[in-house]
């Protein structure tokens, strides 16, 4: 009941102590909860109820408000997902547990703890009959370890808030980009133009058979272990040995995923699920791709179960192409400089979320619970 990492002013301090969730905590019922045709879409107070998100609706009445021993640890019995309540709030319909922590546990390390060891969603409803049991390993709370736990890694949530902000506006820009540096539908030239190119005239329409041949993906499975990546319509598949295109390509799903858009460069192969596109004429596959990022495909859809294209259907569908390829080149350039933003800041999330994990990893004591 010792943690492998401690902070220094605590390591002469006692063992641990544990408990079950059941017996540090009781749980809250508000003073109403509020049914679905109550909720706002603007308000004061945010309604929460078992969404994965939590917030469902607003609201402006005070009677549903729960503002009393604040902060609250909030579980979705349906969704098994964690999150504190630091402002008042009211409750939905129903699917959550509000958990207030007895007076010996720091609610913040409660909700620490068991985002690290809580239970996961399995196939039914009610997951708060297993999260009670759940053992809770706590030091003493008058020595303010939990709290200086609890501190450390909320600001790391804190951090992973502000990239994951980052990140969304990083999409944002690159959405606004695709919709202004490609001429809206009807029209035959951009909102937004590189200096260099406004004297260039308008851009010409023209068929996707028109400016490249589509390519079916064929059976791998003759074909041995190697470092040839295989795709299909839901991305990275495995490894072999042979290659069915080498060169850069934009692939979309013919069956199934039809709305993930691919580039790949090198060699590699596709199964029968993707297709992939080769003999560029008059145009850049990476252009190509963020043409193919500016569609809605689910319109294409061609069938009434798994989603599908077919060849004879996409080699119809027509777009605005700038009338150089330098055009082209500079409009990949920037979406490309952009989506590479977009990478590393995944990046820097991923390699926060590890750190987060190793640092629960040693600041909690194993136990089995």
Not at 136 to 147: K, M, N, T
Request: aromatic letters at 12%.
């Amino acid at each position: 009941m010792i943690p492998e990492l401690r902070f220094p002013d605590f390591t002469n301090n006692d063992q641990w102590k544990a408990d079950t969730v059941q017996n540090i905590v009781t749980t809250k019922s508000p003073p109403k909860k509020l049914q679905s045709s109550e909720y706002l879409d603007e308000g004061v107070f945010p309604i929460i109820d078992q969404s994965q998100s939590f917030y469902c609706g607003y609201t402006n009445d005070q009677q549903a408000i729960i503002n009393e021993d604040l902060p609250l640890v909030i579980f979705g019995d349906h969704t098994c997902s964690l999150k504190m309540a630091r402002e008042p709030f009211a409750q939905g319909a129903d699917g959550i547990k509000i958990l207030k922590s007895k007076a010996f546990i720091d609610p913040e390390y409660l909700y620490q703890y068991l985002t690290y060891n809580g239970v996961k969603q399995e196939n039914y409803k009610r997951h708060y009959s297993k999260l009670k049991e759940k053992i809770v390993p706590y030091p003493e709370f008058e020595s303010g370890e939990q709290q200086k736990i609890a501190s450390c890694l909320s600001s790391l949530d804190e951090l992973l808030a502000a990239h994951n902000d980052k990140l969304d506006a990083l999409k944002d820009h690159k959405k606004g980009l695709l919709q202004n540096l490609f001429p809206q539908e009807g029209e035959t030239v951009p909102k937004v133009r590189f200096p260099e190119f406004e004297g260039d005239g308008e851009w010409e329409l023209k068929t996707f058979e028109e400016l490249f041949s589509i390519g079916s993906g064929k059976d791998y499975k003759h074909l041995e272990e190697g470092e040839i990546p295989v795709y299909g319509s839901g991305g990275y598949m495995l490894s072999v040995n042979d290659y069915l295109y080498d060169g850069e390509s934009v692939c979309i799903g013919r069956k199934g995923t039809i709305d993930n858009p691919i580039f790949l460069t090198g060699k590699f192969w596709t199964v029968d699920t993707l297709f992939y596109t080769h003999d560029f004429n008059e145009c850049i596959p990476k252009f190509i791709f963020y043409v193919f990022l500016n569609i809605n495909w689910l319109n294409h859809n061609e069938a009434g179960g798994v989603p599908s294209l077919s060849k004879k259907n996409l080699y119809k569908i027509e777009t605005a192409v700038p009338p150089t390829k330098e055009e082209q080149q500079k409009i990949a350039s920037c979406l490309s400089a952009v989506d590479e933003l977009i990478t590393a800041q995944k990046e820097k999330i991923e390699q926060l979320q590890q750190h987060k994990k190793g640092l629960m990893q040693g600041l909690f004591p194993k136990i089995e619970s």
